[in-house]
Every structure is written in C-alpha cells, then in structure tokens.
C-alpha cells in the first residue's frame, strides 16, 4: 500500500499525464505568440512597423514598447516628446510609422493588444535594423607596365556588411560577386573610360563612376625623350664647330711657306673661307667611321 506522499505524487503524474495535449498547445501558442519579425530600414527613410497576417478588426488597448519601454497607446497616442514629430499610429494603432528613420531607432519593437471582448490577440514582435546609406570612395593604384597602364580600383564603402559589388566598364558588366577591388590594363591611347561601381546592400544600392585614362603619361614620355635627343644633337654640332673653329686659327697662325702661300692665292675663295659647321649628316657619318676604325 502506498504511503500518502507517494499517492499524491501519482495523482499529480496522471494528471499531467491527461492534460499533456492542453500543455503543449500553450507551449506552441506562447511561441507563436512571441515570433519575431526582422526588418530592415535605411537613414533617411521612412518605415512601417506592422506583421505579415491580417489586422484583427475587434476594439482593444494597444500599446507599443520599444526595448522594453513604452513609447505610445492607441489612447494617449505618442508618449516621449522627441519621437512625436516622426512616429504615427496607423488603423486605430495597430501598426506603427515611423518617418526620417536615425541610427538609434533601431531596436526592438512589441505590439502588445488587450481585447475588450474576445480571444487573446499574440504579441508582435519587430527587431528593426537601420542601416546607413552606403557611401562610395573610391581608392585608385595606377602603374606602367609591358607598355599598358595597368589601374586597381577599390570600391569602398561606410559601414555596410553584406553587400554585392558590380563593375560596369562603359556601360557594359564586366563583373559581380563580393569583390570590391577591380583589377584593369588600359592601353595608350585609351580616353576617360567610364568605371562604374554599384554596391547592393541588404535594402538599398548605391552607385559611383570614375574616369580612367592612359594617354597622359606615354605622351609625356615621348616628348620629353624628343626633347632630350634635340639638345645632345645641338650640344654635338656646337663641340664640332668650336673644334672647326680651333684648327682653323691653328692653321692661320702658323708661319706660311712660299709654297703655301702660292698655293693659297691660287686656290679658289670658297677653300679658304671660314671652315663650316657640320650637318647632322655629317656628324652621323663621322661616328659611323670612327665606330668603324
């Protein structure tokens, strides 16, 4: 025969026992009850709080919380001063609006409804996230290399995770995917091309475009070789005509013989003028022989 305590621990156990069904079902409605929902919003704009399922159309006291703290009743509307100007409550306050959405909104939301008559109505639950404007900086490496000018574009944005960056090259994709940077050859000659960066984030996208170039610095190149080849050709023929110049008053200040000054008088005007400056032909020849010697 049992003892009483030990009786009574079995009739609390079938108890239980029969009632199992009636336990589980307020297990499974209180976690309905408190299913919570995840919305995204962005800086700046505005966002409606309210659930998937049908508004119920029965009279009750509704009253919004945020991170555990009242913020308005559908009676006395919306309770802290600084949110009055940019929080609304919708169809007799069933859903929530909230407009010029900041940073510090986020959080998370109830929508608690005592019903005059009637079931119980399940509490909302609402995380909100506020996400900010993606903004694009863009950060440019640029090299020459193998005669081709060779560019990183990076594609930087503020404080957004989870986004997708496309790269359009005059108006046309060239590639998708999670890679912020961009890797590109331009060829001389090649005029503001267009880079194009579209960053999409979880509820927005934000876009930016660049110009790239590869002219500049080949031509610059060029020129400034051109202008350094002129200027050794002039340095040359200057060193030629004073090394001209010398012999010639060499050879005038040396005593004349009688031979050479018959020969002199009799040799025509052009042999014994001022010797003349030498070409750049000239000059290319008499390296060409003395390379050859």
């Known amino acids: 025969m049992l003892a009483a305590p030990d009786l009574r621990l079995l009739m609390t156990f079938k108890w239980i026992t029969r009632r199992s069904d009636w336990i589980i079902f307020i297990i499974v409605f209180a976690e309905f009850s408190y299913a919570t929902i995840i919305l995204n919003g962005t800086v700046g704009t505005l966002i409606t709080l309210r659930p998937t399922t049908p508004l119920p159309e029965v009279e009750a006291e509704i009253t919004w ?16 001063d600084k949110l009055k100007d940019r929080i609304n409550l919708t169809t007799n306050g069933w859903t929530l609006t909230i407009k010029h959405l900041k940073k510090e909104d986020g959080g998370v939301y109830k929508r608690i409804a005592i019903p005059s008559a009637g079931d119980q109505i399940p509490t909302i ?34 404080n957004v995770t989870t986004t ?4 359009i090259k005059n108006g046309e994709i060239i ?51 051109g202008i350094g080849a002129f200027i050794v050709i002039l340095i040359i023929i200057l060193v030629f005509c004073i090394k001209k110049k010398k012999k010639a008053q060499q050879f005038e200040n040396k005593p004349e013989t009688l031979y050479a000054v018959v020969n002199k008088r009799s040799a025509p005007v052009s042999e014994v003028d001022m010797p003349q400056c030498p070409t750049i032909y000239d000059i290319v020849r008499m390296e060409r022989n003395q390379i050859q010697n």
């Open 65 to 80: 919380m945020k991170n555990d703290g009242t913020i308005a009743t559908n009676t006395q509307g919306v309770i802290l």
């Open 125 to 158: 639950v609402i995380d909100l996230q506020v996400i900010d404007l993606p903004v694009i900086v863009f950060n440019v490496s640029k090299w020459r290399e193998e005669g081709t000018c060779k560019i990183i574009l990076q594609c930087n944005t503020n």
């Open 164 to 167: 997708n960056h496309t790269w």
């Open 175 to 225: 590639t998708h995917g999670q890679s912020e940077k961009l890797e590109m050859s331009l060829y001389p000659g090649d005029k503001d091309i267009n880079f194009t960066c579209l960053v999409s984030s979880p509820v927005n996208n934000a876009t930016a475009s660049i110009l790239e170039s590869c002219k500049g610095d080949f031509n610059l190149v060029i020129i400034i070789s």
